[in-house]
């Protein structure tokens, strides 16, 4: 069926760099993508969402693009620090569910 | 900041047993939501309820499955005979309004393991 999904499982980064973490989705009539992040033992945390009519769409510390082009959107986190360790899944908002991706492990390195 | 709620953390049922998860959402939601997540998988929607009914449900939420707002701030999820295959982190959450183009906001979860 048609999917989100990310690229990569993990990602490991410098303290202070800036990350960028990649998904693709399938279905190129979807309009609204939310990320979370997903810390050990805690539920999705929202992050931030972007609505297909916008290309990019700024947060605190946090960017999302979306390129519907290609059907690829993108999480960028400035400066990353140590408690930016986690799970991040993007989503797709579709009907009355959130379809979730397989999530990528963001390792912060010190 | 206002938070999903979830009682208890964790659950250990035998297999055959009926068990009750608890949620209470965030105070002005209408919209609430129960998912699961089996260790090491994705976040999985189960069921989506409204205004006292259910809206949407996804093939894993069958007939042993059932929810409820038995009040005007509890949301349950039971299942009526457990498998070992429901062992799970089960996550409820809640939005203002209808999940497409709104976010639904999480609870840390139940942990659920079925001996």
């Known amino acids: 069926g048609e999917s989100v999904g990310l690229h990569l499982p993990t990602l490991s980064v410098q303290e202070g760099d800036n990350s960028i973490i990649n998904c693709a989705y399938s279905n190129s009539a979807s309009d609204y993508f939310i990320w979370y992040k997903q810390e050990s033992g805690k539920g999705p945390q929202f992050i931030i969402d972007?609505?297909?009519?916008?290309d990019k769409r700024q947060g605190q510390r946090v960017t999302v693009l979306l390129n519907k082009t290609v059907k690829h959107l993108s999480l960028q986190i400035a400066a990353t620090q140590p408690g930016d360790s986690a799970v991040y899944f993007c989503a797709e908002g579709r009907g009355f569910k959130t379809i979730f991706g397989a999530g990528t492990r963001l390792f912060v390195k010190a | 900041e206002p938070e999903v709620t979830q009682t208890p953390s964790h659950q250990v049922t035998q297999m055959g047993q009926e068990v009750i998860l608890r949620c209470v959402p965030i105070?002005?939601?209408?919209?609430f939501y129960w998912y699961r997540q089996i260790l090491g998988q994705k976040v999985e929607f189960l069921v989506s309820f409204y205004n006292n009914e259910i809206s949407e449900k996804s093939e894993i939420f069958d007939d042993q499955f059932s929810v409820e707002r038995p009040d005007g701030s509890n949301f349950t999820l039971k299942i009526r005979s457990t498998k070992l295959e429901d062992s799970a982190m089960y996550f409820c959450?809640?939005?203002?309004?209808?999940?497409?183009?709104?976010?639904?906001?999480f609870g840390d979860g139940t942990r659920l393991s079925i001996l």
């Open positions: 972007i609505r297909s009519n916008m």
């Open positions: 959450a809640s939005s203002e309004d209808r999940g497409h183009r709104q976010p639904q906001h």
């Open positions: 105070s002005n939601h209408l919209y």
